[in-house]
């Protein structure tokens, strides 16, 4: 079974306002995760990832929170726009060498103007 | 950088028949390189992990003799569906491990940009 899922299937926002996408995880031996974007007919693409000796790390637009404690991950997208409209997944393994990704369900973000 | 692709984009064949999808690191090299399947609207869900010079390592319930795996190089995979079927049809993605520096053992995976399958 999967280790890691969202909370919500879809989330809609307005252009400009801050989004936040939540991910739970049930593998506390999981040490490393990664946000993926991915467009319609298109392969995921890397957004941003965090290792489990953080809580916290910081991209361009983006935030990542982890929180070992409840393991819950969370990607924060600051004012969001209509070209972010895509399926967010969180994806974990255990980093050891070799090993794939576990990808959770995903949450279709819909952002009007 | 980190460019992973795919070819073919898309393909559609006649039931009985074999496709072959092949996966390229462009400007890296990839020991390991994964395959992917995604039904319309779903997950992704590993199908196999792909390892140079040896063989693939298959994830539960998926058939090897199926989808037979070739990782003959650092930077190309191919994942052949043999006598393909209707429900073989789905979007088919590979990704490879690319060292993201210094002593971790952590590694990101890019991805490709997909294969769409249509057996008929």
């Known amino acids: 079974g999967e280790s890691v899922g969202l909370h919500l299937p879809t989330l809609s926002v307005q252009e400009g306002d801050n989004s936040i996408i939540n991910c739970a995880y049930s593998?506390?031996?999981?040490?490393?995760f990664i946000w993926y974007k991915q467009e319609s007919g298109k392969g995921p693409q890397f957004i941003i990832d965090?290792?489990?000796?953080?809580d916290k790390r910081q991209g361009q637009r983006v935030t990542v929170l982890l929180n070992k404690t409840v393991k819950h991950l969370s990607l924060q997208i600051a004012a969001t726009q209509p070209g972010d409209s895509a399926v967010y997944f969180c994806?974990?393994?255990?980093?050891?060498?070799?090993?794939?990704?576990?990808f959770g369900k995903g949450t279709t973000l819909s952002v009007s103007s | 950088g980190a460019v992973v692709s795919q070819h073919p984009s898309r393909v559609i064949c006649k039931s009985g028949t074999s496709v072959k999808i092949e996966c390229r690191s462009l400007?890296?090299?990839?020991?390991?390189m994964f395959w992917y399947r995604q039904f319309p609207k779903q997950s992704l869900m590993l199908m196999a992990t792909s390892n140079e010079g040896s063989k693939a390592t298959y994830e539960q319930g998926v058939e090897k003799d199926k989808f037979l795996i070739n990782h003959a190089s650092l930077t190309l995979s191919t994942l052949t569906v043999t006598s393909a079927h209707p429900e073989d049809s789905s979007f088919y993605i590979c990704?490879?491990?690319?060292?993201?520096?210094?002593?971790?053992?952590?590694?990101?995976?890019?991805f490709g940009p997909g294969t769409r399958l249509l057996v008929l």
């Open positions: 593998n506390s031996a999981s040490d490393y």
């Open positions: 400007d890296f090299q990839a020991t390991t």
């Open positions: 990704s490879a491990r690319a060292t993201s520096g210094g002593a971790s053992r952590l590694e990101t995976q890019y």
């Open positions: 994806a974990e393994n255990m980093g050891q060498a070799g090993t794939a990704l576990i």
């Open positions: 965090i290792r489990s000796n953080m």
